[in-house]
């Protein structure tokens, strides 16, 4: 292909992309739509959907570092740091799934529903954008987050490991400098009980979408880690070292949204200059393309628009809050849930749990506030929704379960 190597990149970028939001477009895959199952209905079949991605995003890894076509020790963001974030995994994650429900869906799920015709999931991501923007180009995280997070963080390699994903933390209790073999004993450990789990009920086995769905989102993740940091990603941040004006956001990386929609409003704002085209960026745009694409060929292209006030404040803060939550979590829920799931990142695991607990929360709340009506303050309902969270006792419970 005679194109220079980063117009290679970002267009193979793209173009993965592209399938990834057609295929989320079909299957109805959503990581806020799965927890809502689990919480509302009790059906885990699209949650065990989203693990089978991450499982086969994990294996591939796994067993492409085996294979020595890529090590993922140096990623954009940096998952296997041995910076340990934790206040930033917890609380990030936390704001992410509280907004990513009052919003609608996550940061993937928003560029599938443009892709579709939906008008407020633009003003979503516009709104994403300029906190996600904020967080990473001004000083808003220094002066609101930094001060207090920094000194709570852990410095692991204090503790002589050599960065914070399972395999290197097992190989630093054992006092061995082989993390890659640790890497691939718990990949293949957490794999196979996983699917064991996922597939023992019928309820995936019987659902080819959400199989399709679970199979394809891995690849694309797995794909993306291949084309960034295999042989043509090397080359690739190789060549640029030696150019006159470097691109921004070079690097070994995989599917994440969040800091995109940051990047989205300063290549705006940069009046679409080349050099601001990142690989996110592209990602982002493949992704409602793809949806797109699909909406016109099955003919389900819909113009939506805010019901009232309250729909249009409830997804305004939600983008508030997944713009400064994903930024915080270093990724939403396929850049923590599966990207960096699949390099074993200790904090994605950590960050993957709050989302997961902040939405439902969220979900719990809005349900009993629901039924009750002015009945329910917000106190009682929050307390009410950790007793039936099971993380607090069913003696303090508020509200009558429904």
Same mark, same amino acid.
């Given at each position: 292909m005679d194109l220079e190597i980063t117009q290679q990149v970002l267009l193979y970028g793209f173009v993965i992309a592209v399938v990834l939001g057609a295929v989320v477009s079909k299957t109805n895959f959503c990581t806020m739509g799965s927890v809502s199952d689990w919480v509302n209905i009790g059906d885990t079949t699209r949650l065990k959907s989203w693990v089978l991605a991450m499982v086969v995003a994990l294996i591939g890894v796994t067993v492409l570092e085996m294979m020595d076509v890529f090590v993922l020790d140096g990623t954009r963001p940096p998952y296997r740091t041995t910076g340990f974030a934790w206040p930033r995994y917890i609380l990030g994650g936390l704001l992410f799934g509280v907004g990513m429900t009052l919003a609608s869906g996550c940061a993937n799920k928003t560029l599938v529903r443009i892709g579709g015709g939906n008008i407020k999931s633009v003003f979503v991501l516009l709104i994403t954008g300029i906190f996600a923007y904020l967080m990473t180009k001004t000083d808003f995280y220094g002066m609101v987050f930094h001060s207090w997070m920094s000194p709570m963080s852990i410095d692991l390699s204090l503790y002589g490991f050599a960065g914070q994903d399972l395999g290197s933390l097992a190989a630093g209790v054992a006092g061995s400098e082989d993390a890659r073999s640790y890497r691939a004993y718990i990949a293949g450990g957490i794999s196979l009980v996983a699917l064991v789990v996922i597939f023992k009920s019928q309820g995936l086995r019987n659902s080819f979408n959400?199989? =399709? !769905? +679970?199979? !394809?989102? +891995? =690849? !694309?993740?797995l794909a993306a880690w291949f084309v960034t940091a +295999?042989?043509?990603?090397?080359?690739?941040?190789?060549?640029?070292? =030696?150019?006159?004006?470097?691109?921004?956001?070079?690097?070994?990386?995989?599917f994440t949204f969040i800091n995109p929609m940051g990047e989205f409003l300063d290549f705006g704002l940069n009046a679409g200059d080349q050099l601001f085209l990142t690989f996110g960026l592209v990602a982002l745009f493949g992704v409602v393309v793809g949806a797109f694409i699909y909406a016109l060929v099955t003919r389900s292209f819909r113009i939506e628009w805010f019901l009232n006030m309250k729909d249009f404040i409830n997804h305004s803060i939600g983008a508030v809050l997944m713009g400064i939550g994903g930024v915080l979590a270093m990724g939403c829920t396929i850049g923590q849930g599966v990207t960096g799931i699949s390099v074993l990142a200790l904090g994605s695991f950590l960050a993957l749990f709050s989302i997961i607990l902040g939405s439902a929360m969220t979900m719990k709340i809005q349900f009993y506030k629901m039924v009750y009506e002015e009945d329910a303050t917000f106190f009682m309902a929050f307390i009410t929704a950790l007793v039936d969270l099971k993380l607090l006792p069913a003696s303090m419970r508020k509200l009558d379960a429904v």
């Open positions: 959400h199989i =399709f !769905a +679970g199979l !394809a989102v +891995g =690849f !694309a993740v +295999g042989p043509m990603g090397q080359l690739w941040q190789e060549e640029v070292e =030696f150019m006159d004006e470097i691109p921004l956001g070079v690097g070994a990386q995989s």
